[in-house]
């Protein structure tokens, strides 16, 4: 049960690269690393390896290539910034703070 295998895939500006390595061991051992931004899915990607395999070591490694456009292109999560503003608001009247 050893072996290797990559691919990557683009929509738009985004391209993804996956590379999968496994050994042989006695049980299903699954390491995945994905960009921080990405983290949300570590245990989506667990299961769906534990889903296929019954035994083995995996290493699951994701790699996002962002285009040149999107590498200088900032974007704006809005609602997590008001959310940050409340907050803020919320803390500086219980702290008795300047606004």
Do not use: W
């Not at 049980?27 to 889903?51: G, S």
């Not at 395999?53 to 290539?65: D, K, P, T, W, Y």
């Amino acid at each position: 049960m050893t072996g290797f295998g990559a691919g990557h895939g683009k929509a738009g500006e985004e391209e993804i690269s996956v590379e999968i390595r496994s050994v042989n061991g006695k049980f299903c051992e699954v390491k995945v690393r994905l960009p921080r931004e990405l983290n949300a899915l570590e245990n989506d990607v667990t299961k769906q390896v534990k889903a296929k395999l019954q035994r083995g070591g995996v290493e699951v490694s994701i790699r996002r290539l962002a285009g040149e456009r999107a590498a200088v292109m900032p974007r704006v999560d809005l609602a997590l910034a008001q959310e940050y503003a409340t907050l803020y608001m919320q803390l500086a009247h219980e702290l008795e703070l300047p606004v």
